[in-house]
């Protein structure tokens, strides 16, 4: 029974089922379907593979349930700032003037927010210097900035940073 509906089923790539490509045409399954059959056996057998049938999805269904819930208990949950918060940035996707790549900083800032744009992307107010770079970031490119009571809870200004390539890009500020 199962080889029959995989071999009359139509095949994605080819269009038609593997019996048609075979023979020519498609096979005659004319069996009605949920009716009684008049024989108990066969009733009771049919009654079964229906129950366990359910069980099995029933299963499945709980499996997907189980594993979305892993997925989700292991992912980091993104950050939430406030319009006014200070983040670092991170510059593993901006191009820097650095003599060593290695010995440079791993985020720039602290910037201050300005606007959030979306559930997940923050308007950052960058200096002069960074005016080549589109001034909003998805929240993984973003760490938050905390002040301490030694230095005080604004930062001062970061040092100016400058590009790798000076090419004529479009300035945003």
């Known amino acids: 029974m199962a080889e029959f509906v995989i071999n009359s089923r139509t095949h994605s790539a080819l269009g038609m089922s593997p019996f048609e490509l075979t023979y020519g045409y498609l096979p005659l399954f004319n069996i009605p379907v949920g009716q009684r059959?008049?024989?108990p056996a066969v009733d009771d057998h049919i009654r079964i593979?229906?129950?366990a049938r359910q069980d099995a999805g029933a299963a499945l269904h709980l499996g997907k349930k189980q594993q979305k819930e892993g997925y989700e208990r292991g992912k980091r949950k993104a950050h939430q700032f406030k319009v006014g918060n200070f983040v670092?940035?991170?510059v593993e996707d901006i191009n820097l003037q650095l003599s060593?790549?290695?010995l440079g900083d791993r985020q720039l800032g602290p910037y201050r927010i300005l606007e959030k744009i979306g559930?997940?992307?923050y308007h950052l107010d960058l200096p002069i210097?960074?005016?080549r770079?589109?001034?909003v970031f998805h929240v993984d490119k973003l760490y938050p900035w905390k002040g301490n009571a030694i230095n005080?809870?604004?930062p001062t200004p970061p040092e100016p940073v400058y590009l790798e390539d000076e090419d004529e890009r479009p300035r945003y500020k």
């Open 37 to 39: 059959s008049g024989i």
């Open 49 to 51: 593979l229906r129950e």
């Open 88 to 90: 670092w940035l991170s």
């Open 100 to 102: 060593s790549k290695k």
């Open 119 to 121: 559930p997940l992307d």
């Open 129 to 131: 210097s960074l005016d």
């Open 133 to 135: 770079i589109h001034p």
């Open 152 to 154: 005080g809870e604004i």
